[in-house]
C-alpha cells in the first residue's frame, strides 16, 4: 500500500530563500506529495532541467537573491517544456503590481504570509486536479483546423454596478456573459459551457449564491 501511495503522489517544487518558511511549506504538504526545495530561482532551475515532467506545481517566493521570483518566471517562460506547471506565489508581497505581472507570466494563485495549512492544502490539490483535467481534455481533443475566437467570461454578480465595472475592466479582452444568481449562471454554463473560459463568481446572491451554484455546477 505504500509504494502504490508514493507512486500516487504528486511532486511540488518550493523556491523560498528562507529555509523556516521552506521547512514550514514542506510540513503541511510533505504527507501527501514529494517536495522539492530550491533556495532561489537559479537554484531552482537546475532542478527544472532534470525533473520538469516529474513536477506538478511550483510554489515561488517573489523576493529572493541570486535569482528572484520574476527573474526566474521570465527563464521559465522561454522553455516549453515547462508551459503547462502551474505556478503559485507564495509571498508577503502581494501588491498589486506583483500580482498583476505575475499574472502575465502565466501564475496561477497567490498564498500570503503567513501560511495558513489549510487554504494551503487545498488550493494546491485544486490547482493539481484542475491542471491534469485541462490536460487530459486537452490530449483527447482534436487539434482545431483554424484559430478560435476569444473565450467568454461569465460574470455572476448580484449587483449591477458590479458587472459594469468588471466589464469595462474585461472589454475588449474576452467575450462577456452575465448572470445576476447562481441559477441564471448555471443555464449560461448548460447552453454555452464549452465556451466560457472562466467565471467570476460572487458569494452572496439571492435565488442561488456562489456556493451553491459551484455544488451545483460539480455535480
Known sequence: MDNVDNINKKTILIVEDMGMNRQLLSVILGNDHHILEAENGLEALGILEKEYRN???????????????????????????????????????????????GIEYGVCDVIAKPYDPYLVTNRVDQLIRLTENQKRKRAGRPQPTRQKERGLVLLVDDAEMNRVILKEVLRGEFGILEAADGQEALEHLDSRGDEIAAVLLDVIMPVMDGIEMMKEARS
Not at 64 to 89: N, S, W, Y
Open 55 to 101: 513536477i506538478a506545481l511550483i510554489m515561488l517566493d517573489i523576493i529572493m537573491p541570486v535569482m528572484d521570483g520574476f527573474a526566474f518566471l521570465e527563464r521559465v517562460k522561454q522553455i516549453h517544456e515547462d508551459k503547462d506547471i502551474p505556478i503559485i506565489f507564495v509571498t508577503a508581497e502581494t501588491y498589486k503590481e506583483n500580482i498583476l505581472k
